[in-house]
């Protein structure tokens, strides 16, 4: 059974940088083709911001991709987030899960609040 | 980027009752490359249906989906107590994926 856990800071300054990690278990990060990030603002629905394949190829949510950038480290088993210039539009629960354009998003990390806030 | 509009926003309805929610494409999508999935508060979207009928490990044969194109119905034929929650549809198959707004499954 595959698992995903997310962590990494839970506030960021205005204008700072957001960096997640999401730690696969459970199965090899080079098994699957794609994994993504999507965030979903308090009350609010979700958004998908990008994906990596285990070989480093991205694909980006052209709405964020000026700002983002997702990295994956496959001897650790894991890929990250990270986005800059963030505001306050930018607080939000990020999800890691498995899957993206094409490819189905099955298994999902818990969660992580991430809150933009001075 | 193909907008999802999902329709009603909330529904009211009772254990026992039939949940009729909508899923409608801004242009023409693939059956192959829409799912569905479950939320409830504090916990992620959990995957309930994908391609044109398949459920996910799991979930019970009282939901169901069917339509094509631009209209996409997810049909949960009998509300039973842990049914109650968001449901939002995702297709995946254009950049980027898209997830429409949600339809909150309440208990009337």
């Known amino acids: 059974q595959v698992q995903l856990q997310e962590s990494g800071p839970g506030l960021v300054k205005p204008s700072g940088t957001l960096s997640l990690t999401c730690e696969v278990s459970?199965?090899?990060?080079?098994?699957?083709?794609?994994w993504s990030w999507v965030r979903q603002p308090p009350g609010k629905g979700l958004e998908w911001i990008g994906e990596?394949?285990?070989?480093?190829?991205?694909n980006y949510n052209p709405s964020l991709k000026s700002r983002v950038t997702i990295s994956v480290d496959k001897s650790k088993n894991q890929f990250s987030l990270k986005v800059t210039s963030v505001t306050a539009a930018d607080t939000a629960v990020y999800y890691c899960?498995?899957?993206?354009?094409?490819?189905?998003?099955?298994?999902w990390g818990q969660g992580t609040l991430v809150t933009v806030s001075s | 980027e193909i907008v999802l509009t999902q329709s009603p926003g909330t529904v009211s309805l009772s254990p026992g009752e039939r949940a009729t929610l909508s899923c409608r494409a801004s242009?023409?999508?693939?059956?192959?490359?829409l799912a569905w999935y479950q939320q409830k508060p504090g916990q992620a979207p959990r995957l309930l249906i994908y391609?044109?009928?398949s459920r996910a490990t799991g979930i019970p044969d009282r939901f169901s989906v069917s339509g094509s194109g631009t209209d996409f119905t997810l049909t949960i034929s009998r509300l039973e107590p842990e049914d109650f929650a968001v449901y939002y549809c995702?297709?995946?198959?254009?950049?980027?994926?898209?997830f429409g707004q949600g339809t909150k499954v309440e208990i009337k």
């Open positions: 899960a498995r899957g993206g354009l094409l490819a189905l998003s099955d298994y």
């Open positions: 459970g199965g090899s990060i080079s098994s699957a083709n794609w």
């Open positions: 990596i394949n285990y070989s480093g190829s991205t």
């Open positions: 242009q023409s999508i693939s059956s192959t490359y």
């Open positions: 391609g044109a009928s």
């Open positions: 995702q297709q995946y198959g254009s950049s980027p994926p898209t």
